[in-house]
């Protein structure tokens, strides 16, 4: 059994033996993968479809192993959509739609896995990442900035290929910040992030363009480097009172 002991190593994201999630907030050695798994899956334990790398038990752990039902954690948040969706959807027939939200949800998730990041929500043509949680990374911020450009080379070849008439696009929005993560709801036991810093990821990934990625001065300083090049696009945003003086990256 191979225990990763270092979640920032980028050699450790790729097919865990164990779940990262689990063994990075519990210390606890779940396997998802191999013969050792078979038990697990008998009692309902399985890889989690938020990240293959995790399991379920990372998305229950809040009332059963945190014995509460939401805990304050330090994220990064990522958004994404679909730019031109809305008139695309008027153009060409549902099933030809629905290939395109597949192929974009795909993209994105591969691109977000592979920084260790999660796939919270997914909201037809858009979409919310996590970082930083359960797998942990000092580096989240670096991390979601990486998955954004993943995210934009991956969905530009695939949509071009695609051959529409109308111009499509992807725009996302990134902050990091504190959240409240956990089950918010009676009836269900996903996981999820609120909070100011959720609301603002969102608000910055509405003003992203196509080939955009949006970024919140709090990423654009723990993301160091991997921010350079991007140009500063003073935003108001709904709900946000003061001005964000947001940074923008163009392209791959």
């Not at 993209?107 to 930083?132: S, T, Y």
């Not at 949509?159 to 709801?185: K, M, N, R, Y």
Request: aromatic share 6%.
């Amino acid at each position: 059994m191979t225990i990763a002991s270092d979640s920032t190593d980028p050699s450790n994201h790729r097919d865990a033996q164990i779940c990262r999630g689990c063994w990075d907030q519990m210390r606890v050695p779940i396997p998802i993968r191999g013969a050792l798994a078979l038990p697990f899956r008998m009692f309902g334990v399985t890889r989690s479809k938020m990240n293959p790398n995790i399991c379920t038990i990372c998305e229950r752990s809040f009332r059963y192993v945190k014995k509460q039902r939401h805990i304050a954690a330090t994220v990064t948040i990522l958004f994404a959509d679909i730019r031109g969706f809305t008139a695309l959807s008027e153009q060409i027939e549902p099933v030809r739609l629905s290939d395109i939200v597949s192929l974009f949800q795909d993209r994105c998730a591969q691109a977000v896995w592979a920084h260790d990041g999660i796939v919270n929500k997914q909201m037809g043509d858009g979409l919310m990442a996590i970082f930083n949680f359960p797998i942990l990374r000092k580096d989240h911020a670096a991390a979601a900035v990486m998955a954004a450009r993943d995210i934009q080379r991956r969905c530009k070849t695939a949509l071009e290929a695609l051959d529409v008439d109308h111009h499509v696009g992807v725009g996302v929005g990134i902050h990091s910040g504190e959240v409240e993560i956990g089950e918010f709801s009676s009836f269900r036991s996903d996981f999820t992030a609120i909070g100011g810093a959720v609301n603002l990821a969102a608000r910055l990934e509405s003003q992203a363009g196509a080939g955009e990625i949006v970024m919140s001065p709090e990423t654009v300083v723990q993301a160091g480097p991997l921010a350079s090049g991007a140009h500063v696009r003073p935003l108001t945003l709904k709900g946000i009172e003061l001005p964000v003086q947001a940074s923008v990256l163009v392209g791959t």
